[in-house]
């Protein structure tokens, strides 16, 4: 981490214990120029538990008899910032790459790695289930995975606020896949049954089985120190297949952070998995 970020009214020991936290769990890192997110973040759970300082609520983590807190915690840091057809028109160029799939007579798998609360893999599923009763093509297989409990809840409840569903969600997609509850807005079965949410530590853990057409990772790269975002390259690779695309975020590139994948000569702004070398080329001259 380049440098410890500070926080005025906190102690560095509180910032390093929350920020070493985080790490452990996650493989994220608060940047110095971002340490505003940790008192932010942090003020709901101050409130609930009735304290007024971060190092109040370090030293209920460190003292060990809650067993919730250190969760908490986490749950709080990580990023969850995400909205429906974020970035729109890489949809467009994610449904091209779905097609040449389709060509080679397979049904596509697609991996949201990062899902956050469900945004982005309801936008494919609506997007692909609009297709399909257009042109009468399978959905594709989509699996969606985050490091938050919360997060991988809130994806399969699928229910989303009045201020989150109006977030880049045109009203007639919304009239058509959401109904009404209360206050709130709840997907389509229709929907909710194209998605496989379960929980993954993208930083630590193995790849859901199985390899996949298209991998989004969006903005959770950013937050990795230079060996933990290799380790997730090599994640991600091993999870495409050869020729597999990869999406980043707008301001995430493989350029000069790994080998295992090149600019895609198809799609502006997306990755394809470098093909492996065949049996016995490896280490030709």
Request: aromatic share 6%; hydrophobic share 45%; net charge positive.
């Amino acid at each position: 981490m380049t440098g410890l970020p500070t926080i005025p009214g906190a102690s560095a020991i509180a910032v390093s214990v929350l920020t070493a936290l985080l790490e452990a769990r996650t493989g994220q890192q608060i940047a110095s120029n971002r340490s505003w997110r940790i008192d932010t973040a942090l003020k709901p759970l101050l409130r609930d538990r009735g304290l007024e300082t971060l190092d109040q609520l370090v030293g209920v983590l460190l003292e060990g008899r809650d067993t919730m807190v250190g969760d908490q915690i986490v749950e709080a840091l990580v990023n969850g910032e995400t909205s429906f057809f974020r970035d729109a028109l890489i949809f467009d160029s994610i449904i091209e790459a779905a097609t040449a799939v389709e060509a080679t007579g397979r049904r596509p798998r697609i991996w949201c790695a990062g899902c956050s609360s469900g945004q982005e893999p309801l936008s494919l599923a609506m997007l692909f289930a609009e297709r399909q009763q257009d042109r009468g093509v399978p959905v594709p297989e989509i699996v969606a995975t985050d490091v938050s409990d919360a997060a991988v809840a809130r994806t399969r409840a699928a229910r989303f606020t009045q201020f989150e569903i109006q977030r880049g969600l045109p009203i007639r997609r919304m009239m058509r896949w959401f109904e009404a509850a209360g206050a709130d807005w709840v997907a389509n079965p229709e929907l909710t049954r194209m998605i496989s949410v379960r929980r993954h530590n993208l930083a630590a853990e193995p790849a859901p089985p199985g390899q996949f057409d298209i991998v989004l990772c969006r903005n959770v790269l950013l937050y990795f120190a230079p060996p933990i975002k290799a380790q997730v390259f090599a994640r991600l690779a091993g999870a495409l297949r050869s020729g597999g695309t990869l999406v980043l975020g707008a301001g995430e590139t493989v350029i000069g952070q790994t080998r295992e994948f090149e600019p895609s000569k198809r799609l502006r702004g997306f990755y394809e998995r470098v093909a492996s070398p065949a049996p016995g080329t490896r280490n030709a001259a």
